[in-house]
């Protein structure tokens, strides 16, 4: 990298949890785990990210010992926010220096939701996972909140003593969970229009949403669109709180799409995403920089309907995301 480029990557680890340490009734031994810290370090060499933002890890300890492996990201300065209730939290390395940093777990009660105006609100007001979000001085001196995230599950939320073989049992199970990742992702966007409106001021969201790019609950955090009839003076306000997937910007660079970060029961899907505000997308004339590359370590990934193996629980269940960033030279 040069001094006007950085990287920025997100990794969700698949559970990084220190050796005898028990997890969904689940445990690794020493063996697993220093096979688990080897991998990962390979795959986070090979990202060579001045900024990770990492999913589903346990302990700090357990990150520290990753990035001790690593041959890039050994200086990196940890900051973390710890799971509920004992679950995988989140957490952000990066070679920069911290400004500051925000832990959100409670939804923002002017985002919670009612099905109809004036009625009582849906009974969801925390996230599954926290929210982390990170002031950093970038190297032209530049300040940049990094949001990680980790939306709930496609998992079906179903009691202990459902049937989960019940196709109307699990439909409803399938539902709640949609229900609560479109709660999470609408409380997601009001938390981001802080850092959005009216600001000239760089924005990176990442992390596993656990949708795809055109979902509706991936739409919400990212936003909609202006209309394309309408005057340009009332797109630049909309403009203006929009996030900017680097999926289609990987799309774009070549004559083929290979952005998948996951396969489940035969489905190339793309849970895991980079979003930036406009201060660093291209078609913005007044751009702070631009996303110029993207790309995706999905090689470990492999469709196990076809397969008799299965990938090695060691391993992330997940390909990893990065985006490299080249800054605007200053102007003035």
């Known amino acids: ?84 209730g004992g679950g995988p939290g989140l957490a952000l390395a990066t070679r920069f220096p911290v400004v500051s940093h925000r832990i959100y777990t409670d939804f923002p009660k002017e985002s919670w939701l009612s099905l109809e105006a004036d009625k009582a609100p849906i009974p969801l007001t925390k996230f599954s996972h926290p929210v982390l979000a990170v002031e950093l001085e970038l190297p032209n001196g530049q300040h940049c909140t990094v949001v990680v995230v980790h939306l709930k599950s496609k998992r079906p939320m179903m009691g202990r003593h459902i049937d989960r073989s019940d196709p109307v049992e699990l439909a409803k199970g399938q539902a709640r969970s949609l229900i609560r990742r479109a709660a999470e992702a609408t409380a997601l966007r009001f938390i981001l229009m802080e850092g959005l409106r009216d600001r000239r001021y760089p924005v990176i969201v990442m992390g596993d949403v656990n949708d795809n790019h055109t979902s509706v609950t991936t739409q919400l955090v990212t936003g909609q669109p202006p209309w394309e009839s309408w005057p340009f003076r009332k797109k630049v306000p909309v403009w203006d709180t ?21 396969i489940h029961n035969g489905h190339y899907d793309s849970l895991d995403h980079i979003m930036v505000s406009e201060e660093f997308a291209s078609r913005n004339r007044d751009r702070l920089g631009q996303v110029t590359y993207v790309s995706v370590f999905n090689d470990h990934l492999f469709d196990q309907t076809l397969l008799e193996e299965q990938i090695e629980r060691w391993k992330s269940d997940h390909g990893q995301v990065v985006a490299t960033i080249e800054l605007a030279d200053k102007k003035g």
């Open 242 to 262: 929009l996030l900017y997937q680097v999926k289609d910007i990987q799309a774009r660079l070549g004559y083929g799409d290979y952005y998948y970060t996951h």
């Open 1 to 84: 990298m040069t001094s006007k480029q950085f990287r920025v990557g997100t990794f969700n680890l698949n559970n990084l949890a220190l050796p005898g340490f028990e997890f969904y009734g689940d445990q690794y031994s020493a063996a697993e785990y220093e096979q688990k810290l080897t991998w990962s370090a390979r795959q986070l060499d090979r990202m060579k990210s001045d900024i990770v933002g990492f999913q589903e890890v346990f302990q700090r300890e357990a990150l520290q010992a990753l990035l001790a492996k690593t041959e890039t990201a050994q200086g990196h300065t940890i900051t973390m926010a710890k799971g509920a």
